[in-house]
């Protein structure tokens, strides 16, 4: 379900016949943040410059339901691009790009909400306590600016890197490391960035990392360089993504998982670009 506040009944039902599917406009605040908590998306929408109330919802709902996706939609205007710098939201659509925009920012606000979903489940898992942290604090991080490396990672949680990398590395059972784990949440959060109509310098200086790096990344897993990553939907990405470095994590004793690949031995470095050897190869098929 996809929740809508718009500054007039036009501008809501405009949003909802562009969103489609089980969209619906809510007439208040209060009964955006009542029902927000299980709704897939919201949407909150207004005209010109932003008065001070909407700017402080925003911030509200961003803080109190941050796995739900939210998605401003407003006026293209010079002044809105620099103050939308700050606003926590997914992603940002113009009025006047409702039918060709909408819709595909939906789903990619989708995706960043099943990163949150997937740190709940950590929350939830067997896993040691210092490295469940870990990947919980990774996940929701992702969503916005992901931790790019391991000792970054560390320092965020309080935890020697080199007990993090370890404890991944037994759970994972060499099907992926804690260092790729990081760049495939990095590259899943710049594609992301990029199919809202940023280019790559915009993407990596958002993200603070080098377009070589983050091609270099790419190259490794999944296995593209950032033109062709382009051509990837963000489904088959989340998909690939949740196969080669999330499943393992759940179900590490799947065929193969055991074995034929130890675990890593070195320790973590600096870059989250793959460092023990050659990338763990995929899952095998069902």
Do not use: Y
Request: some cysteine; aromatic content about 4%; hydrophobic content about 40%.
């Amino acid at each position: 379900m996809v929740l809508i506040l718009a500054d007039t009944p036009r501008d809501g039902e405009a949003i909802r016949r562009a969103a489609g599917g089980t969209a619906r406009v809510v007439e208040s605040t209060p009964e955006l943040t009542d029902h927000g908590a299980s709704a897939d998306c919201l949407i909150i929408a207004c005209r010109r410059r932003f008065p001070g109330d909407r700017v402080q919802l925003l911030r509200e709902v961003a803080r109190t339901l941050p796995w739900v996706p939210l998605i401003l939609v407003t006026d293209r205007e010079a002044g809105a691009a620099r103050l939308l710098r700050d606003l926590p939201v997914s992603a940002v659509v113009w009025f006047s790009d409702l039918e060709a925009h909408l819709q595909p920012r939906i789903e990619l606000a989708r995706g960043t909400a099943t990163l949150w979903h997937m740190a709940e489940s950590f929350r939830r898992s067997a896993a040691p306590p210092a490295l469940r942290r870990a990947l919980i604090h990774s996940l929701r991080r992702a969503t916005s600016r992901p931790v790019l490396t391991v000792r970054q990672l560390a320092l965020a949680v309080g935890r020697s890197p080199v007990t993090l990398f370890q404890q991944f590395g037994a759970l994972a059972r060499g099907r992926t490391t804690l260092n790729r784990f990081l760049s495939a949440l990095l590259l899943f959060r710049a594609h992301q960035l990029r199919e809202t109509g940023l280019s790559w310098k915009a993407v990596c200086e958002r993200l603070g990392v080098r377009r070589d790096t983050l091609n270099r990344k790419a190259k490794a897993w999944p296995g593209r360089s950032l033109t062709d990553l382009e051509r990837m939907n963000s489904e088959e990405l989340l998909l690939t993504l949740t196969a080669d470095h999330l499943r393992p994590l759940f179900d590490p004793a799947l065929p193969g998982a055991g074995g034929r690949h130890p675990p890593p031995t070195a320790p973590p470095g600096t870059d989250t670009a793959p460092s023990a050897g050659p990338p763990a190869p995929p899952d095998p098929p069902n």
